[in-house]
């Protein structure tokens, strides 16, 4: 059965960089939908609302026992638990995979903030990825839906250098996990890639099918 999977690409990117994820995940069985975003200058609320319409408009399309699968990378995974936290169709979401997603916010970002703030006033969507602001976006623990989180720790990226925890160059592998994810895998790629490998498309799939990243051992 074709699995229909929503992609929602991170910060400061557009739906281009999914397209690899996408392609992958296609050879899967799956009919990806990607979304562009403002993710960068706009405030992450902005953004949102397109994405919200976005979801709207898709799911209209769809008979009403079809759901859909929702990926974020980075930013976009933060997307994806704001529209779980806020929606009305809650019922239409299938499973959500949140891969390198700062899940209890960014350490980077906390610093930009803190010393750098020209930044934030200038790539809106930074501030939504602050610490103090993430918290306030609560996990939504529902029967209806599985959510699962891939965080990677291959620290390759010059940014990566001021975080002293294992981190993927941009995100604390400690940031990636919280309680109450059905299911949370570590993989050795760095924030930049970790979307590109089919290792990561191959494990997406697995959670979907079967709510696990890895297949069981019997």
């Known amino acids: 059965m ?14 281009k960089d999914m397209y690899t994820l996408a392609q992958n995940l296609e050879k899967l069985n799956h009919k990806c939908i990607l979304v562009d975003l403002p993710l960068t200058y706009k405030d992450i609320e902005y953004a949102y609302s ?4 976005d979801i709207k408009n898709i799911l209209a399309e769809l008979s009403l026992n079809e759901k859909i699968n929702l990926i974020g990378h980075s930013t976009g995974g933060l997307i994806i638990r704001k529209y779980l936290l806020n929606t009305g169709h809650i019922d239409r979401i299938d499973n959500c995979v949140l891969i390198a997603t700062p899940n209890n916010g960014s ?22 990825l602050r610490t103090e602001y993430v918290k306030k976006i609560e996990f939504v623990k529902s029967d209806k839906v599985r959510v699962g989180a891939i965080a990677g720790n291959k620290n390759n990226l010059l940014m990566g250098r001021f975080l002293k925890e294992e981190n993927d160059g941009r995100i604390n592998v400690s940031s990636v996990y919280y ?26 799939n697995n959670f979907i099918e079967t709510g696990n990243f890895m297949e069981e051992e019997y």
């Open 179 to 204: 309680e109450g994810l059905n299911d949370f895998i570590v993989l050795p790629y760095g924030h930049k890639e970790i979307h590109y490998k089919w290792e990561t498309a191959s494990l997406v």
């Open 107 to 128: 350490e980077l970002a906390d610093m930009a903030s803190k010393y750098f703030n020209i930044f934030t006033n200038i790539y809106k969507t930074l501030r939504a």
């Open 50 to 53: 397109i994405f919200e319409k």
């Open 2 to 15: 074709t699995k229909i999977s929503i992609l929602i690409h991170g910060y400061n990117k557009n739906k």
